[in-house]
C-alpha cells in the first residue's frame, strides 16, 4: 500500500499563498483517485480537493478559485496550491487515495495556520 508525506505548511499571512506537497512511496500513476483533506481544530476532516489518474480535479465549492490540485507522476507527488489564504483555512491538511475508508492510513498531515 502506497504511503504519503505531507509538507509544505506553516505560517502564512491572510492573503497569503502556500504550496503543499504529498510524496508517495511509490508509483502514483495508476491511483484512481487521490485527495487533499483538511481538519481544523474540533471539527471533521473534509475533502478539499481530488484529482483522478486521467486529471478529472474536484474541489469543494467554498474553496473553489483558490485552491488548484495537482499531480506530477513522474516525481509521485501531488501539490495542493491554496491563494488567498484566510484564518478559516487553518488546518492539518492531509492527502490520501480515494476513496476513504476506515482502514485508510492517515500520515501525520502538514499544519497550516494562517494569521497575521
Known amino acids: 500500500q502506497v504511503q504519503f508525506v505531507e509538507s509544505g505548511g506553516g505560517l502564512v499571512q491572510p492573503g497569503g499563498s502556500l504550496r503543499l506537497s504529498c510524496a508517495a512511496s511509490?508509483?502514483?500513476?495508476?491511483?484512481?483517485?487521490m485527495g487533499w483533506y483538511r481538519q481544523a481544530p474540533g471539527k471533521q476532516r473534509d475533502l478539499v480537493a481530488s484529482?483522478?489518474?486521467?486529471?478529472?480535479?474536484h474541489y469543494k465549492d467554498s474553496l473553489k478559485g483558490r485552491v488548484s490540485i495537482v499531480k506530477d507522476n513522474a516525481k509521485n507527488t501531488m501539490y495542493l496550491y491554496i491563494h488567498s489564504l484566510r484564518p478559516e483555512d487553518t488546518a492539518v491538511y492531509f492527502c490520501?487515495?480515494?476513496?476513504?475508508?476506515?482502514?485508510?492510513?492517515w500520515g501525520q498531515g502538514t499544519q497550516v495556520t494562517v494569521s497575521p
Open positions: 490520501t487515495e480515494r476513496p476513504v475508508t476506515t482502514t485508510t492510513r
Open positions: 511509490g508509483s502514483i500513476s495508476n491511483i484512481y483517485d
Open positions: 484529482i483522478t489518474s486521467r486529471g478529472i480535479t
